[in-house]
């Protein structure tokens, strides 16, 4: 069971976590002007977390009201302890963006493919 804040949005279907690129922010000789002849490091990178996985639900207005609580959420900026399915802890995340396939797959059950981006603001 993952978790953001203590609200469970997405465990209606299997998901997984990825860590992006962490370190510092920088860029290499010349890219800010024709004068800079060595690597110029701006700080450290904040950390980015990618949540990938599908929403499952019995019928499409469920399906819709599963969207509809990640929505409002997101539009908060809701913000707290990310817990992914392993239990994996990352404090002080932000849930920022949260994309949706764009089209349901229908069967006994239907589903939504998304993707859900949280970082940690500095």
Known sequence: MSSIAGQSLFDSGPHRFAV????SLWFPPFALD????TVDVVGPIELHIIQTGRLIAPSVSNLWAQVDAIKSAGEGQLTGTLIDSTS?????????QFRCAPTIHRARTVSLAYTADYIRLA
């Open 20 to 23: 992006r690129r962490v370190g």
């Open 34 to 37: 024709l004068f800079q002849s």
């Open 88 to 96: 994996q802890v990352w404090p002080n995340m932000t849930f920022l």
